[in-house]
């Protein structure tokens, strides 16, 4: 088995002269959960239509389960399953119709057609509304219906374009264990969204795209670490005057420091990696005598690095 | 099972089904037309002659009414399409295990099964009338052949309209504009051979594929062999095919 269950070089798709998605390469990991973020209009869905054989790219290429998406599509679409941003199911028959059916659609055997219909009502809180039908239910309740519809089938590599829009906080939750469930069976995930929550939740590997170009791309941490600024390290001690004394400031890693104020009593470390410093600084502090009374360590949050990212007009690394 | 077989359950499933009560109410105008305007119109033209056999108008039109019914049917089928394309059903299938070629098939058939289902319903209403009637196998052969070529053709036409209109209501609309002169520029409700019929009327008529649709039924159904039968069923087998052509390719161009 290839180690990537999705590569794509520099992957191109225009729509007249608006570039939805611009050179944009790539590589997903069997058996991770790859989340492609980016604001509204960013090129996350044309960029799914491609790799679903959906859309034919511009230029560039794409493999997916190594298989190219421009002249074969016909072997990938059996082993990928997709959940599409728009609400989609069956309007005329129930809720558990909607499942049967889609199962039948893809082959499923008819015993484990029932037992997974069972499960996945259970799992997704449809058990009540099993024999009403989709158009009578809220919009959260029809996404739940999409969402569990689509873990009828099997797949190698399933694309989840914002599946939890429209979902109330538990079902949300709920969506987004049953996707870890199922990756921890094998199932490779392409995750996109824009609630960067999410991707912290469950994302194992994470892309930043914006006007259809990846600004950022690597694991959650270093993507922060990279793009996210400083952490700050927040110390209050029982004698904080004599803080000042203790020379901080010349620690290697360290940017910045502020000293505690009449208002604000808190010793601020600013550093690029909290986890160099962390122990120095208390080694030092504990050292003199001094006695911690309280240490916070603020991380940039993902939401922080996205909002500098897709707000820059700069492009950073097309890894 | 066939990936075909598979779509084609469900458009039948999920698709005509759920406009059971469409057909139901559908099912109201060939009685409507057979046993009240029928039975009407007879007052005043007692009868026809078709084939060198004289028939009661009702017998004449009771043929033609049963092949507007695939007409009716086809347009409503059309639709489906539509249903596809806003609950993003289309696009869904299209990433599933499926060709676009096995998509606009399955709704093809699908189409063309809702009209013989229709039709056959519409036999079951004017079976007092048709009672009588001995069908030879040749008679079969005819009678089934225009349901499958007349399903074809509109079939397709839907399907190929729904491709390029805009909306659902201008869909609905051409529909309605379309159906009636192609209901009554046709051998449903009168008998072409009869001079007195205007020319152009004449001359349009037999550019519809309903004409030859509904003379292929009455030559099954009451033996009005025609010199031109054959002539009629070639063209009726060309038509189709070509708006069934036509349509699969602009069904090609749809975007996902």
Redesign the interface.
Known sequence: MAEYCVETTELTKNYGKLVAVDHVSFKVRNGEIFGFLGPNGAGKTTTI?ML????KPASGSALVLGFDVASEG?RI??R?G?V?Q????????NVE?NLN?YG????VPKKERVERIELLLDKFGLKDVRKTKPQELSMGQQRRVQVAREFMHDCELMFLDEPTIGLDPQARRVTLDFVREKVENGTTVFFTTHIMEEAEYICDRIAIINKGQILALDTIDTVKRKFGGLSVIHLRVDNSKELINLKLEKLRGVERIVYPQPEDEFLKVYVKNANQVLSQIIDIVTSSGLHVEELEVKEPSLDDVFIQLTNSKEVGPNE | MNSFVRLLYRDLKAGIWSTKSMIAMQLVSPLLYIFVAGFAYSSFISSTTIGGRTVSYVLFLAPGIIVMQIMFAASIAGAMLWIDKRLAMFTQILMGPFSRWQYILSKVVSIMLQGMLNAFLAFLIASPLLAGLSVSPLGLIYIIGSLVLGSLFFGSLTLAISVYVKSNESFNAILNVMLSPLMFLSSVFYNLQNTQIPLVIRDLSLANPLTYATDMLRAGLLKDYTPYLFLEIAVLAIESLSVFVISTIAFRRVKA
């Open positions: 239509k679903t054989t959906l859309l016909a679409r059996p990928i997709v599409q728009p609400l989609s199911y069956e309007m005329a028959v119709e059916l039948f659609l893809w082959g």
